[in-house]
């Protein structure tokens, strides 16, 4: 058994993690170049090592190889997207004028869902189901943190109607689809979230996030980052 020294990673390690959390965007613009293969397999293995409950490991990649099927999801999309327009009301103009996917020019495109079947796990489950979606997350943030440290962008496309990419992808009963990833080699990553460069939104300081014994108390933190 290795002792706990060695088990801690040097500094440079622990920056290189951190760097690729405090580096990781979600990209929308991409080069068509192709994604190595090895790099691909590297990217899928380290989304099958994240965290499940009851190790259920309830994820499934569906890699998208054939042209015409990544144009008839890139519809699905584009429909989601009016519709989505739509509803936004006052801010339909502005919201269309952003680009939300990169489906057409990525290198590689996956579509990420949950397993059928998923009712027979009960370990961790119980009352909480959603669990299993909070999985699928987990494995799609290792492979996009992975992805971030090999030089390659990843974008996370929620912008469709499950029912309707299920069926297109002859998804069995009980599978959903949970996420589009267009990845694949970009010019550069972006300074900032892209909708914060936009002017969409800003996103919030971690400490407004985190309370203290009760809801809504403001937590003391420490300034140093």
Not at 155 to 161: H, K, M, N, Q, Y
Request: charged share 30%; with cysteine; aromatic share 8%.
């Amino acid at each position: 058994m290795k002792t706990t020294q060695e088990r801690r990673f040097s500094d440079e390690e622990r920056e290189g993690v951190y760097r690729a959390i405090r580096l990781r965007r979600d990209m929308r613009h991409f080069r068509p170049d192709p994604v190595d293969p090895a790099v691909l397999a590297r990217l899928l293995a380290a989304a099958h090592m994240g965290p499940s409950v009851g190790m259920m490991q309830p994820w499934r990649f569906v890699r998208i190889t054939d042209t015409r099927l990544r144009e008839r999801i890139h519809a699905l999309v584009q429909e989601e997207r009016l519709r989505t327009a739509d509803a936004l009301g006052a801010r339909r103009d502005e919201f269309l004028r952003l680009k939300v996917e990169g489906i057409r020019e990525c290198g590689e495109l996956l579509v990420v869902a949950l397993m059928e079947g998923r009712e027979r796990h009960v370990f961790g489950r119980r009352t909480m189901p959603e669990m299993d979606l909070a999985s699928v997350a987990c494995a799609i943030e290792n492979m996009w943190l992975a992805a971030r440290a090999e030089g390659l962008g990843l974008g996370w496309v929620s912008l469709f109607e499950p029912a309707a990419l299920a069926r297109l992808l002859g998804m069995p009963d009980g599978a959903s689809p949970v996420a589009i990833l267009c990845v694949g080699h970009v010019e550069a990553f972006y300074e900032a979230p892209m909708l914060e460069l936009e002017g969409w939104t800003r996103g919030q300081d971690w400490r407004s996030c985190v309370y203290e014994n009760a809801w809504g108390r403001t937590a003391a933190h420490d300034d140093a980052e």
